[in-house]
């Protein structure tokens, strides 16, 4: 029925991964990770989703390269899936981190913003998406993303197009479009 409260989680993850066959220790980490997230019906067709999350390892020391907070990169230009929250961009893995991090996700989709407005487009059933997302760890630069997508093109495409920057610096530009199958 939803709810006008968003929706909070925490979570503690407690891996332990044993070397035994190497002669090495039994290695373990701990990560808490907490979040919170919305999607609110804001109008006619119009909704606003966000979702705010942090976290990080209390001891990680021991940790391995699979055991690090990996955020969501989705870097291919034709996607099958609709990646919720996800980062346009980057390659995968370039963001992980073992460290204290942060991330933020806001997306308002419309039927009617700045495509719409024009003769052709006006009739359709398409909708306008402004995406922002931003990343914050402490060894990797401030990481923003900002983006502009039409969806629903014939029920089950997406196409848009993502502008990442680094501590506010220009870093990469990308275009994707998604099928949507689910």
């Given amino acids: 029925a939803g709810s006008d409260w968003p929706t909070f989680r925490l979570t503690w993850e407690h891996g332990i991964n044993d070397f035994w066959k190497t002669g090495e220790h039994i290695y373990h980490y701990d990560m808490i990770k907490a979040e919170a997230y919305k999607s609110h019906d804001i ?5 606003f989703r ?15 390269f ?10 291919i230009p034709l996607l099958i899936n609709d990646y919720e929250d996800a980062f346009m961009n980057p390659a995968y893995y370039s963001t992980s981190t073992p460290e ?3 991330e933020v996700h806001l997306k308002y ?14 009739n ?3 909708r ?3 995406l922002m997302s931003y990343l914050g760890s402490r060894y990797h630069p401030n990481y923003t993303e900002i983006g502009y997508s039409l969806s629903e093109i014939f029920f089950l495409a997406e196409i848009g197009v993502y502008v990442g920057f680094e501590d506010l610096a220009y870093k ?11």
């Fill in 43 to 47: 109008g006619a067709f119009s909704v």
């Fill in 50 to 64: 966000w979702r705010v999350r942090t976290g990080g390892f209390l001891d990680n020391r021991d940790l391995t």
């Fill in 66 to 75: 699979y055991d690090f907070f990996h955020f969501n990169p989705q870097p």
């Fill in 100 to 102: 204290v991090f942060g």
């Fill in 109 to 122: 989709t419309t039927p009617y913003l700045l495509l719409k407005f024009l003769p052709g487009l006006s």
């Fill in 124 to 126: 359709t059933l398409i």
């Fill in 128 to 130: 306008e998406n402004i």
């Fill in 172 to 182: 990469s530009f990308g275009a994707k479009l998604i099928l949507k199958f689910n």
